[in-house]
């Protein structure tokens, strides 16, 4: 690890962490320790965890930040911990308690109160968020003790199941889309049990297919040798690998690489991880109703990631 005040000599880096960021850590200071660890000149994450969470922290270096914004779509997984009778001003227990009230719930009202969060619902963001308002992040009203309107969004809860039940405590597992805030979820529920609620512990077990079970902490990259380090790092292909792969021939690869649009017709439409007939990756496009394969993102050109993986790949 680079020394506190010495000067780092960045590198082009490019591939995907999974981190597993430790509770009391912002996201970003999470990702800065790693970036150092890698020297890597470029690096982004994909969805911020709120420094009370822990779990899963996708760190893209290099040329994986131009595909962050399909993680950024992706279904999150979490495994949170609500406690009942509790309310506080950020929703969650590291803010200030508002109101305490006796929480001595059945598991049989828990089930039915759930059942009413699954599927599309409305959240309104919470005033402890970086949504911006004129400008500013709601998050900097709110510490400066102001409220502001906010209007609610529809949200999707894909799956939400009681893992843990005591009167006064719920574990549960929820699955939700883009836009979820968990902390508001656990109000929420706390609020239709008569009791009040708020987050006691979060925890991001995936990111679309990719799982906290593959993360590795800071802590343990720094105990790594360079060679073991940098074989922590997923190829930047592994974020778009829920789109089918295609390979273009050459002629047609050397055109797409340059942004130019070519000939798809013998696919089916959609978007495709694309591919040289060599095996490197080449970045994402998409098919359209005209038959054409037109450029999304695209690597730079002297980048080269090998694949493609998954399913066999479609060949133009």
Not at 2 to 23: I, N, S, Y
Request: aromatic fraction near 4%; hydrophobic fraction near 40%; include cysteine.
């Amino acid at each position: 690890m680079t020394p506190r005040g010495e000067r780092v000599a960045w590198e082009q880096v490019d591939g995907v962490l999974l981190l597993d960021k430790p509770r009391g850590s912002t996201s970003n200071a999470a990702l800065q320790r790693a970036r150092r660890l890698y020297r890597a000149e470029k690096a982004g994450h994909a969805g911020t965890l709120d420094p009370l969470a822990t779990g899963l922290l996708p760190c893209l270096f290099g040329e994986a930040t131009k595909f962050g914004a399909e993680l950024l779509g992706a279904d999150k997984t979490y495994e949170a911990t609500i406690a009942l009778g509790i309310t506080t001003t950020t929703g969650d227990e590291e803010g200030e308690v508002i109101e305490r009230r006796p929480a001595a719930v059945e598991q049989t009202d828990v089930e039915r109160v759930l059942a009413r969060f699954r599927g599309p619902v409305a959240q309104v963001p919470p005033m402890y968020s970086a949504i911006k308002r004129a400008g500013r992040p709601l998050y900097s009203y709110a510490r400066a003790g102001e409220v502001v309107h906010r209007v609610a969004r529809t949200v999707t809860i894909h799956e939400l199941t009681l893992e843990q039940f005591s009167p006064d405590r719920l574990a549960v597992r929820v699955r939700c889309g883009k836009g979820t805030y968990v902390r508001v979820l656990a109000e929420d529920i706390g609020r239709a049990l008569g009791c009040g609620g708020c987050l006691a512990a979060l925890r991001r077990s995936a990111v679309g297919t990719l799982s906290a079970a593959d993360a590795v902490s800071v802590e343990a990259l720094e105990a790594l040798s360079a060679e073991a380090r940098a074989g922590r790092l997923r190829r930047v292909d592994s974020l778009v690998e829920h789109l089918p792969a295609l390979t273009v021939q050459d002629g047609l690869a050397t055109r797409f690489r340059c942004g130019q649009t070519v000939a798809g017709s013998s696919v089916e439409r959609g978007r495709f991880r694309v591919y040289a007939a060599d095996g490197a990756f080449i970045g994402v496009g998409e098919i359209d109703g005209a038959g054409e394969l037109r450029p999304q993102r695209l690597l730079r050109q002297d980048e080269r990631a090998t694949g493609p993986s998954g399913a066999a790949a479609r060949i133009l």
